[in-house]
């Protein structure tokens, strides 16, 4: 099976090498390389319509034909159906711990805005593992989102090599 994530870094890599042949090999491969984005999109808006909604709704199911799908603005739900998905299952884990997400919209860049509430708002803490889980959950179900932001959530502070630190503060305790 075809990793997604991996074709299309390959992808990118092939286009900045021949970026580097010169302006006039790079314009042609990124022409052909939409051409054949469009000449594969359109079969697929074909197939598309002859398979029926319910069809297209159990092989959107499939991460990689939702990929394509969505790459080609042919995905049965929208973006903002895919992302209520994922916010509801992240809810159990956000619930836990005594916090919740609320959608706050998706701007015109692709820029979706969610607040935290409840106990992760505001704790270091526990906004870094929910901010980690929404934003692993929402990509995956709308990876057309140019970005996340999370109010809310608190700045992750770096160390040594730029990984992330979980502070160390003194969080509200927990009631129930």
Do not use: W
Request: hydrophobic share 40%; aromatic share 2%.
């Amino acid at each position: 099976m075809t990793d997604v994530a991996a074709t299309s870094e390959r992808i990118d890599r092939l286009l900045g090498e021949l970026s580097g042949t010169g302006p006039e090999a790079a314009a042609l491969a990124e022409e052909l390389v939409h051409t054949l984005l469009e000449f594969y999109g359109a079969g697929l808006a074909r197939i598309v319509e002859s398979a029926g909604q319910d069809l297209v709704a159990k092989l959107a199911e499939d991460e990689h034909v939702a990929g394509l799908l969505v790459l080609h603005d042919l995905h049965p739900r929208s973006t903002a159906q895919r992302v209520d998905e994922a916010l509801e299952s992240v809810r159990p884990y956000l619930g836990s711990h005594a916090g919740d997400v609320e959608l706050l919209g998706i701007d015109p860049d692709g820029v979706l805005r969610l607040a935290l509430r409840g106990s992760c708002d505001g704790c270091p803490s526990s906004t870094v593992t929910a901010k980690n889980a929404i934003e692993q959950a929402v990509r995956a179900a709308a990876p057309e989102l140019t970005g996340v932001v999370v109010e809310g959530a608190v700045p992750e502070q770096t160390g040594p090599g730029g990984r992330p630190l979980l502070p160390v503060v003194d969080c509200p305790a927990e009631t129930g």
